[in-house]
């Protein structure tokens, strides 16, 4: 596992992937703490830096929802294109190990883009006093999501060679996953309602960025991205015995 996490993160900075993730994550990041950051003080809330960090991570979630088909697209299915797939699958590595590694070095690229909030809080903590529990509830509920939303990732990029259909699967499902709460308005099934908004990312990540830790909520992502690479797994299972 160790040397498919090496070779995955490594293979993030040899292709311009990593750096296109990090440059517009950065970027993005960067304009939406700008845009809430100015909002807040047309409001009169620029005594108020955490109020203003909570609409910048609510807003952050859209960025995430784009951006991390791009980081994950590649993971699987370039091997697939490439035919190295079959290498891979009989290596002495478990088909865990192989999914587990490639979740991890993508998980490592998307902390380093997470790690630029951390710079932010410090601009704020230069103006006001934020509230620093909330702040760091609000990165663990990012990297909650973000674990829940790569694991989807590289389970679209299993099951096509084309990055791009990858990407568009994956940008699709974790999509539709944030939205689930929208979409339960227009089922008139209270009990059905209920079931999407307990599955919505939105609902469940929305928490966070106000300072409210749920051990619920952290279960329920953490049991997406299990599930999710166990999918894929399966996926590898398949082709291997295919």
Not at 139 to 164: P, R
Not at 191 to 211: A, H, P, S, W
Request: charged share 10%; aromatic share 14%; with cysteine.
């Amino acid at each position: 596992m160790k040397a498919i996490f090496r070779r995955e993160f490594v293979s993030y900075f040899t292709t311009p992937i990593g750096y296109i993730f990090l440059g517009f994550f950065f970027a993005l990041a960067g304009i939406d703490y700008s845009v809430t950051s100015i909002a807040g003080g047309s409001a009169g809330s620029s005594g108020s830096g955490t109020a203003e960090l909570t609409q910048f991570f609510l807003w952050l979630l859209i960025i995430l929802v784009i951006l991390i088909p791009i980081l994950t697209m590649r993971t699987l299915s370039e091997d697939k294109r490439q035919k190295t797939d079959q290498v891979l699958l009989t290596s002495p590595v478990s088909l865990s190990g192989i999914v587990v590694g490639k979740f991890l070095a993508a998980f490592c690229v998307y902390m380093m883009g997470v790690a630029i909030t951390l710079v932010f809080s410090v601009v704020v903590s230069a103006f006001t006093k934020p509230d620093w529990v909330t702040i760091f509830g609000n990165i663990l509920g990012l990297l909650l999501l973000g674990a829940a939303c790569i694991s989807i990732g590289i389970f679209a990029s299993s099951l096509t060679e084309n990055q791009v259909i990858s990407a568009v699967i994956s940008l699709a499902s974790i999509g539709l996953m944030s939205l689930l709460s929208v979409i339960s308005g227009f089922i008139p099934i209270k009990i059905v309602q209920t079931i999407l908004n307990k599955l919505c990312f939105l609902e469940r990540y929305i928490g966070y960025t106000y300072g409210q830790f749920d051990l619920s909520n952290a279960v329920y992502f953490i049991s997406v991205a299990v599930l999710f690479m166990f999918f894929t797994v399966r996926v590898l299972e398949k082709r291997r015995w295919a």
